[in-house]
T-cell receptor, first 114, second 112 residues
Framework: GAGVSQSPRYKVTKRGQDVALRCDPI?????LYWYRQALGQGPEFLTY????????KSGLPNDRFSAERPEGSISTLTIQRTEQRDSAMYRC????????????FGPGTRLTVT | DQQVKQNSPSLSVQEGRISILNCDYT??????FLWYKKYPAEGPTFLIS?????DKNEDGRFTVFLNKSAKHLSLHIVPSQPGDSAVYFC???????????FGTGTRLTIIP
């Protein structure tokens, strides 16, 4: 079946603009996660959802970052008033749920803020 | 504060030989560990995991060893194949917790 999909795959935006990154998880997956990956680093946790409920947002860097998953399926990560330091690969993953289930990652959205 | 460390950024191994990738962690609360493999332009894919109640888990050519007292785990690939060339990430978590903490990755190159 289809894996996790993310759109857009590449996004270039000017400093100060808002961006919305979309994640479409594997059908039936309860949990959805957002990570950020800088060049040469591993993915860094941002936030996750079980169904539509945001369970942990401790990794969001500041209040310019927000995420939602209103119907428990597709999720959107929004970054307001983007800054150059927000440039990174943003990865989404989904899983069947808690308790050791494998997280399946999408291909990521490469965000560049100029 | 890097709680999961992969101190070797890169590793080259001859085809057919054993590849050993290492990972250290500092948080003694971690009790579940995973290895992910990543090809260029793709997301990481799950490879193998181990719970802290075990010291070894094997899946085909892949074996993960866990030394809790040393807070160290390793991934052994034997025999190594050209398709194993990728970046390998070690990750750790508390079982039942959704948040994975990743290392910085090791780029493995298998030499034909």
């Amino acid at each position: 079946g289809a894996g996790v999909s993310q759109s857009p795959r590449y996004k270039v935006t000017k400093r100060g603009q808002d961006v919305a990154l979309r994640c479409d998880p594997i059908s039936g997956h309860v949990s959805l996660y957002w990570y950020r990956q800088a060049l040469g680093q591993g993915p860094e946790f941002l936030t996750y959802f079980n169904y539509e409920a945001q369970q942990d947002k401790s990794g969001l860097p500041n209040d310019r970052f927000s995420a939602e998953r209103p119907e428990g399926s597709i999720s959107t990560l929004t970054i307001q008033r983007t800054e150059q330091r927000d440039s990174a690969m943003y990865r989404c993953a989904s899983s069947l749920g808690a308790g050791g289930y494998e997280q399946y990652f999408g291909p990521g959205t490469r965000l560049t803020v100029t | 504060d890097q709680q999961v460390k992969q101190n070797s950024p890169s590793l080259s191994v001859q085809e057919g030989r054993i590849s050993i990738l290492n990972c250290d962690y500092t948080n003694s609360m971690f009790d579940y560990f995973l290895w992910y493999k990543k090809y260029p332009a793709e997301g990481p894919t799950f490879l193998i995991s181990i719970s802290s109640i075990k010291d070894k888990n094997e899946d085909g050519r892949f074996t993960v060893f866990l030394n809790k007292s040393a807070k160290h785990l390793s991934l052994h690939i034997v025999p190594s194949q050209p398709g194993d060339s990728a970046v390998y990430f070690c990750a750790a978590t508390l079982f039942g917790n959704e948040k994975l903490t990743f290392g910085t990755g090791t780029r493995l190159t298998i030499i034909p």
